[in-house]
């Protein structure tokens, strides 16, 4: 699970009882919707469609929030209502507080140009123009000077990797580089909240996954509140600090990738666990079980009476640590036999065993699956700076791998 | 039966008069804005006809060959040449220049008037609904007809022509500038306002720019138009190789109106191929 949670936490979208109703009747169809008729009920009696239905949800400062759903589930129409490229039927949207939905035309358009961007599925980047001039198109509509416009253009190609490319067209660019403009036409006016709609949807899943990396590195280093929609749960869970998950019009269910996985709410949901790769969901430090005989590195505890413990509880292996929680290494009885019985004084550091590998806390599954599979021993897990979290072992990776599949 | 027989003879609907009435009704109230086109038509096509005259032919006609080689091909520009040699040939250079003065002037005001049309109607469902049906009456009215209003309100010779013509060659222009801007696509559109685009900077920054190609074949059509209407035009005295044709077709001379036919179809060529360039996508690759 990608950790990008460096914003403070403080709400920046709030989403209130959102609806939009398309078509002849939508005080019809708000009535029969609180009468709790379905979308499709209501669209046989009064040839209306609900887009979206009591979307109530806040989107957090710096945070990857991912609105995931089939097609027709109404993700690409909730994007529109946050900035108005649709306008909503009911309910409010509040950036920072402030009313969008109440905002006349002007004062709208200067929210779009200061405040929020948006990457689209197919680029829409314009042809007759050049990389640079499309990656300025925000800043030039707002009016920004020439010279202005092309230094921060030229920066925002420069973050996506294309600062190469400024002057050549977007024909002679392939469909990632394309994106990679798109990102940097949102990226060049400074905007806080990015709207993705299906962003890296039309790329090959190659590029897709590089992409989708790209921008959790950016992410990281310059906080933006990120709206991406997406149809893929691989994407959803590699990207996202939290998803909601659509269904016709309404959502389903909003947590982190982790809450979704191990506890989906109904079986629209469950739906589409089918054939994700769990293994990129969880983390080491997620999985991590306090399993395992701890031993204090200490005066007082010393390496026989360590041998001692691990006879009496029937273990065979033993994690050392300092008094503030430190990892300092594995014992086995073996491990700790022998270095009894070499001469001299016996110090921790020759009871360690050799070649075990600790995994850190953020470690994909499947990279911890292979560090476990390679050890005969189980695996420690350790945050930064070195404190001990936990083991994984075989038993543990299978209970996850079951539970999830 | 014989009561409904009546009915069908005896039902009149005099659309004839009523047009003819409402002529003159304008003829005779409105005389002074009506003098004020024509003044205004005169000016731009006389001017321009006398502009193109002022210039030595050879020039002129190494001035359109280079145009010709620069804009398509070598090759077509061998063709200019040898049309040019024609045109000198044949002793039409003179009918040929107000041929192509009256085309070019009157699709000038047909693009200038036509354009914008065409910009409110993709704007609007309503001006289209409206539009629509008026393009289509304009389009399949046979040419002629346009002659006689055109004759009666502003006289013989050159105006009427470019009036006629005007109106005759407006609705390729209308149509394609309305479908060009239709036809971008919703994501463009949508990155327009998204980035903060108002109505104004949506249309000149991406909704016009992505029509190009689309207005250009309007553009083209119309020239292409108007070139067949200035032919006809002749009929009411506008001049030009249509002229030529006319005296052909009077005096039953093949010979005379095979010249002026064939100084029409150069024309035309030359014309088509040139216009069509400027649509065709400028960057390849």
């Not at chain 1, 790769?277 to 306090?290: L, P, W």
């Not at chain 1, 929680?325 to 009871?351: I, K, N």
Request: proline residues 4%; aromatic residues 6%; hydrophobic residues 45%.
């Amino acid at each position: 699970m990608p950790v990008n949670g460096n914003g403070d936490g403080k709400d920046k979208l709030v989403v209130e009882n959102l609806y939009k109703i398309f078509g002849p009747d939508p005080d019809e169809a708000l009535r029969l919707l609180e009468q709790g008729l379905s979308k499709d009920e209501i669209f046989e009696r009064t040839r209306t469609t609900v887009g979206v239905q009591n979307a109530d949800f806040s989107i957090r400062d710096g945070e990857v929030f991912v609105v995931m759903g089939l097609s027709g589930s109404g993700k690409s129409t909730l994007v529109r209502l946050l900035n108005r490229l649709i306008e909503p039927t009911r309910g409010r949207v509040l950036l920072d507080g402030r009313d969008i939905t109440a905002m006349g035309r002007k004062e709208l358009i200067h929210m779009r140009r200061e405040h929020m961007s948006m990457v689209f599925q197919s680029f829409a980047l314009l042809p007759h123009k050049t990389v640079a001039e499309n990656a300025a198109f925000g800043l030039d509509v707002a009016g920004v000077s020439r010279d202005e416009q092309r230094k921060r253009a030229l920066k925002a190609l420069e973050t996506v990797g294309l600062g190469q490319y400024g002057d050549s067209y977007p024909d002679e660019l392939s469909g990632g580089m394309k994106q990679r403009v798109g990102l940097a036409r949102a990226l060049a006016t400074d905007a806080s909240i990015l709207l993705m709609d299906e962003a890296f949807s039309a790329l090959d899943p190659l590029i897709r996954t590089e992409m989708q990396d790209e921008l959790v590195r950016l992410q990281q280093r310059e906080a933006h509140t990120v709206v991406f929609i997406s149809h893929d749960l691989d994407e959803a869970i590699r990207i996202g600090d939290r998803i909601a998950i659509m269904d016709g019009g309404a959502i389903v269910q909003i947590g982190t990738p982790e809450e979704i996985v191990t506890n989906p709410a109904n079986e629209y949901v469950r739906s589409f666990f089918y054939g994700v790769d769990v293994s990129k969901v969880f983390t080491a430090a997620e999985i991590a079980e306090q399993d395992v005989l701890m031993v204090f590195e200490r005066p007082g505890t010393n390496v026989r009476a360590a041998l001692a413990q691990l006879r009496d509880r029937k273990r065979n292996t033993a994690v050392v640590i300092d008094a503030a929680g430190q990892y300092r290494g594995m014992v086995s009885q073996h491990s700790l036999a022998r270095a009894l019985d070499s001469p001299g004084e016996t110090r921790w550091d020759d009871a360690f065993l050799k070649g075990i590998e600790p995994a850190p806390e953020d470690m994909d599954l499947s990279d911890v699956l292979s560090l476990v599979a390679a050890s005969e021993h189980p695996v420690p897990v350790l945050a930064k700076g070195g404190r001990y979290l936990g083991i994984v072992n075989k038993t543990i990776l299978l209970q996850t791998l079951d539970k999830a599949g | 039966m014989t009561d409904e027989g009546n009915f069908i003879t005896n039902i009149d609907i005099p659309i004839g008069e009523w047009v003819s009435d409402a002529v003159d009704w304008i003829q005779s109230n409105f005389t002074g804005v009506l003098d004020g086109i024509s003044e205004a038509i005169k000016f731009v096509v006389d001017n321009f006809e006398d502009g193109l005259l002022a210039i030595p032919p050879l020039v002129l006609a190494l001035l359109i060959v280079a145009l010709a080689a620069w804009r398509v091909s070598w090759k077509f520009g061998i063709f200019a040449l040898v049309s040019m040699l024609l045109i000198f040939g044949m002793d039409i250079w003179q009918e040929t220049i107000s041929t192509l003065a009256l085309v070019i002037g009157s699709s000038a005001l047909a693009l200038l008037i036509g354009i914008p049309i065409g910009i409110a109607m993709a704007r609007s469902d309503i001006v289209e609904a409206v539009v629509r049906p008026v393009l289509d009456f304009m389009q399949t009215m046979p040419p002629f007809v346009y002659l006689i209003p055109a004759a009666i309100f502003f006289g013989l010779g050159k105006v009427p022509g470019a009036i006629a013509t005007l109106v005759f060659a407006m609705p390729p222009a209308v149509r394609l500038t309305n479908l060009g801007i239709r036809q971008v696509s919703a994501e463009h559109v949508e990155a327009g306002l998204a980035f903060g685009c108002t109505r104004h900077q949506l249309l000149l920054k991406v909704q016009l720019p992505l029509a190009l190609p689309s207005i250009m074949a309007g553009v083209n059509q119309t020239i292409m138009l108007a070139l067949s209407m200035v032919v006809i035009a002749s009929m009411i005295g506008a001049g030009g190789l249509g002229n030529t044709v006319l005296t052909g077709i009077q005096r039953l001379n093949v010979g005379l109106g095979f010249e002026g036919g064939l100084g029409v179809v150069l024309l035309a060529i030359l014309l088509d191929r040139i216009t069509q360039s400027f649509g065709r996508k400028r960057r390849t690759g």
